[in-house]
């Protein structure tokens, strides 16, 4: 019954900060003047969409769908679903701050899609960008025949104007739009066919008369402002009244007219339109450009410059990506690019959120009332009472661009990690999003469903989030994490920390025409920013963490145990019968829900937690508060021992008043720790949690294993294991002891079974998986998941 999270909170090892960086401090910490992130690939939800990190301003967006027949306009691809059953879509390439390639599979329409995104600095409003997006047939034997549709909506304040030139024949030309707002400036927008590009032929009801099509539609049409998501749904209507009207003269004739002449908009521009879509049928290969020009930043994109521009940033994608997350020398082939789109897809999965959450001040399980409730007893039972709250804005990197399109709690201190190492100042701006959600009494949402179109991928049951709820303290880790950067600059020669090179790197990028890549340092070249932002973080980090302390208390008193500390015990509120979500591990096994359980991997994180708080404090010369967090740490791991170790059954566990036999393990244990060898053991153990494919999420010899849901009853979750390489690499098989050996063998079998298996997976499917079966490996739920999963990365490149 051995939990995978023992080995969790070893993660961090923070030596002391030289005394000159810690007392410096200074008032130019702000980072959201950072105009390099104002562009991004911020909607993930979307198979490719376009937004400034703003809450009302021009979106825009991607749609196509097959005009072979009529079926393919039943399924307009557009926001990415599981249902369109592509065969693959992946980034291949991505940086939030230069540009990105993405290549999509979609054999049921013999389509391959390869969209090239590239930003150009410039000016005063984020600069420009262009978009150029490829077609080309899977079988080149059979036909290739699709519609595509680009679309910009404005929203909040600003105008956007149609400024395409038209005669007899349509649309001839390159369609043109020009617009301001008050963010964006002035700005030009440009859609531009390859001239190799082809209308299909339309043979009509009679094969006398044959023309070539109009290659362009259009649609322009005043929307309300919040409803530009909806795209999709205003086009699908839009073009389908049309094509029955088209149809309506047919009715009855044995052919009826071709779907590529009968699917297409209306060429209509309403008055007030803020919103224009712009389609493009296609018969054969494609080419179009879409182009934003930031009319500050002086320069007009150009086709040629769009050519070199990308093969340029593919270079130096390459060249960063090789020095900063190498693979070893005998890896298999294909495991770089592998690695690379990982990365890139957890970078292209980073969205910025706007809008209201649904929040529950009312409702509490009756075991999770305290005992002044119980007795005010007008509150049990205590009925639902979800509230929509003012709204609010996030930027954060997203679990599954198809799934789970939003932001999660303790999945971004994961995503923080790798992201932090591509761009250490991107994962600041993150985490301070994060940072400013902490509300006045500490508390954050575990699960970010801000706004309608966030919302509209939620069931109602799972919208409200509860105030009195946590989830794993992860945030801390993208700070110690940058901690550790800012160290490892410090000391240039320590190369194996990454830096050294990856600096060379940096600098080369700084100085070519890209300037924006020269952001993503920012805080590791300028030590008073670096101070000054930790400072900004600190006051409401300690906020958070007091609210973890005190509403997630644990009673000791039930237990007849002598525990060392009177305080330091933990439970998660919040539970269900059978689920405890807050903890992460959803239906994992736990005793009756009570109010006298305390819980391992709780008391676990929360030791990690004041682990890291105190590296902070120490980092920022608090010294007292340091001390403070020091003697919390030493309660926490104490009681660990006191409470938690099981002699007689070898391991660390959960208790529970009902039940304290049954016993779960889980520890932050010292490398000098004669517990460890029974951990280890059981680590390794293939009857327990050991598999070829990475360690399992419950022993193999548990009676629930595999049972119910099965979502943590075994099966192998790529985030848990990454914890446990991290902790045998920076500590058990690095420090001398009597398990090092052992532990050194543990972590290069982990460390090859989970990058094998997560690799073989996405070679055979196409894919990334949220979790991988405890017995086969094969990749299940949710996919593509681009999260934590990403993690593989940082295992390859030993990045811990
Ligand atoms: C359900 C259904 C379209 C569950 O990765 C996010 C979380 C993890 O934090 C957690 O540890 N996932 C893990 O056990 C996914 C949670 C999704 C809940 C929303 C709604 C949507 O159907």
């Known amino acids: 019954h051995f939990r995978l999270g023992s080995l969790l909170g070893l993660t961090v090892a923070i030596g002391l900060v030289p005394g000159s960086l810690a007392s410096k401090t200074s008032a130019q910490g702000s980072i959201t003047d950072d105009k390099s992130l104002l562009w991004g690939t911020y909607r993930p939800n979307l198979y490719f969409g376009l937004r400034p990190r703003l809450p009302q301003s021009l979106m825009s967006g991607l749609m196509w769908f097959g005009t072979q027949d009529y079926h393919g306009f039943q399924k307009i691809r557009h926001d990415c679903t599981q249902g369109d059953e592509l ?46 997006i490829h077609g080309t047939p899977i079988v080149p034997a059979k036909p290739l025949r699709v519609s595509l549709i680009y679309y910009f909506g404005l929203e909040g304040l600003g105008s956007l104007d149609w400024k395409s030139d038209e005669n007899d024949d349509g649309i001839t030309g390159p369609i043109h739009l020009s617009g301001s707002s008050p963010d964006l400036g ?42 530009v998501w909806k795209a999709k749904e205003y086009l699908y209507q839009h073009i389908g009244y049309r094509a029955q009207e088209i149809v309506m003269p047919y009715k009855g004739e044995q052919i009826m007219p071709d779907p590529s002449f009968t699917l297409t908009m209306g060429n209509v521009i309403a008055k007030d339109s803020n919103f224009y879509a712009i389609q493009k049928t296609y018969e054969g290969p494609f080419i179009l450009d879409v182009v934003f020009d930031s009319k500050s930043a002086g320069t007009a994109i150009t086709g040629d410059m769009i050519s070199r521009g990308v093969e340029k940033f593919v270079t130096d994608y390459d060249a960063k990506f090789q020095s900063l997350f190498p ?59 979800p509230k929509l709250q003012p709204p609010t804005e996030l930027l954060t990197a997203t ?67 509860y105030p009195s709820n946590a989830n794993p303290p992860t945030l801390t880790m993208a700070v110690t994490a940058f901690i550790e950067r800012l160290l490892a600059r410090q000391q240039p020669s320590d190369a194996e920390l990454g830096m050294g090179d990856a600096q060379k790197v940096f600098t080369k990028l700084g100085n070519d025409s890209y300037g924006f890549s020269k952001q993503a340092n920012r805080h590791l070249e300028d030590n008073d920013a670096a101070i000054s932002y930790l400072r900004s973080i600190y006051p409401p980090l300690r906020r958070h963490y007091d609210w973890f302390r005190s509403t997630q208390r644990g009673q000791i008193k039930a237990y007849g145990r002598k525990a060392r500390s009177r305080t330091e015990a933990y439970r998660w509120r919040g539970r269900s019968k059978d689920h405890v979500l807050t903890s992460g591990m959803d239906d994992y096994p736990r005793g009756q829900p009570h109010a006298g359980e305390l819980h391992l991997d709780l008391i676990s994180w929360m030791g990690f937690f004041t682990r890291t708080m105190k590296s902070i404090a120490s980092f920022l010369g608090e010294e007292k508060d ?8 030493t309660n926490i791991l104490n009681n660990i021992e006191d409470l938690h170790w099981s002699e007689e059954k070898q391991m660390y566990c959960d208790l529970n008043i009902s039940d304290e036999g049954k016993r779960i393990c889980a520890c932050l244990l010292p490398s000098s720790s004669p517990h460890l060898g029974p951990v280890l053991d059981l680590l390794r153990d293939p009857n327990h949690l050991w ?25 192998i979750w790529i985030q848990m294991n990454y914890l446990a390489l991290s902790s045998l690499y920076k500590v058990y098989a690095a420090e001398p002891g009597p ?39 094969e990749g299940a739920r949710s996919h593509p998941f681009t999260g934590w999963t990403s993690l593989v990365t940082l295992i390859i490149s030993e990045k811990y």
Do not use: C
């Open 186 to 227: 002035e700005f030009t927008i440009r859609i531009e066919d390859d001239i190799n590009n082809r209308s299909p032929m339309y043979g009509g009801h009679s094969e006398d008369f044959k023309v070539r099509l109009g290659k362009t539609h259009y649609f322009g049409h005043a929307m309300p402002s919040g409803d």
């Open 87 to 132: 065969d693959k879509y992946t980034w291949t390439e991505h940086d939030m701050r230069q540009g990105g390639v993405q290549v999509i599979k979609d054999g049921k329409n013999n389509v391959n899609i390869k969209i090239e995104w590239l930003k150009v600095p410039g000016g005063d409003h984020g600069g420009s960008w262009a978009a150029r």
């Open 399 to 465: 679990p599954s661009r198809s799934f789970f399109p939003r932001g999660f709690y303790w999945d971004e201190g994961f995503h923080l990690l790798l992201i932090g190492a591509w761009d250490n100042d991107l994962s600041l701006e993150i985490l301070k999003d994060w940072v400013n959600l902490i509300d006045e009494d500490g508390w954050v949402g575990r699960e970010q469903i801000l706004g309608d179109e966030a919302r509209s991928k939620v069931p109602a049951e799972f919208q409200a989030q």
């Open 691 to 715: 598999s070829p494919y990475g360690l399992r999420s419950l022993s193999a010899a548990h009676e629930l294993f595999g049972k119910g849901e099965n979502y943590w009853r075994g099966p």
């Open 739 to 777: 398990y090092q050996e052992q532990a050194r063998k543990i972590y290069e079998e982990l460390r090859h079974n989970v990058i094998h298996n997560v690799f073989k997976e996405y070679e055979r499917t196409g894919y990334v998986w949220e979790q991988y079966n405890a017995m086969t490996g």
């Open 327 to 385: 693979t070893r020398h005998d890896a298999p082939k294909g495991e770089l690019a592998f690695s690379k789109a990982i990365t890139s897809n957890l970078m292209g999965g980073i969205g910025y959120f706007y809008g209201s959450s649904i929040v529950d001040r009312a409702y509490k399980a009756e075991w999770d009332m305290d005992e002044e409730e119980e007795e005010e007893d007008d509150r049990t039972p205590a009925k639902p009472d």
């Open 626 to 633: 340091e001390k403070y967090f020091q003697d919390i740490e």
